[in-house]
Nanobody, 127 residues
Framework: QEQLVASGGGSVQSGGSLTLTCALN????????MAWFRQAPGKEREGVAA???????TYADSVQGRFTISQDKDKKTLYLQMTSLKPEDTATYYC?????????????????????WGTGTQVTVSS
């Protein structure tokens, strides 16, 4: 059974850094995109970064220049490097696979109905 498992969350102070990791267990990524989404209590779910099979990346305006999405060479692990963290980055972060949509599309319009969601990891940024 395919499974996406996120880890690496934690509590940091404003200005700090964290790197999230998503292990693609049994999920074979060949097309579409992989992405990181986040959701804070009482807020809409938000796509923050996505990467296509050619490794091109798309970022939400809110994290542009501060977050970097990447994959290992075998495309079995997805990363999200987060720097200059702000209290408004506090949320549960999820890795998601969308085999049908590009990264730019999922960031702009959201995920398709067949997207595969992974587990979440909590990020808390204190001021």
């Amino acid at each position: 059974q395919e499974q996406l498992v996120a880890s690496g969350g934690g509590s940091v102070q404003s200005g700090g850094s964290l790197t999230l990791t998503c292990a693609l267990n049994g999920y074979f990524y060949r097309s579409g995109s992989m992405a990181w989404f986040r959701q804070a209590p009482g807020k809409e779910r938000e796509g923050v970064a996505a990467i296509d099979s050619d490794r091109s990346a798309t970022y939400a305006d809110s994290v542009q220049g501060r977050f970097t999405i990447s994959q290992d060479k075998d495309k079995k692990t997805l990363y999200l490097q987060m720097t200059s963290l702000k209290p408004e980055d506090t949320a549960t972060y999820y890795c998601v696979a969308d085999g049908a949509r590009s990264g730019a599309y999922v960031i702009e319009y959201g995920l398709g109905p067949l997207a595969t969601w992974g587990t979440g990891t909590q990020v808390t940024v204190s001021s």
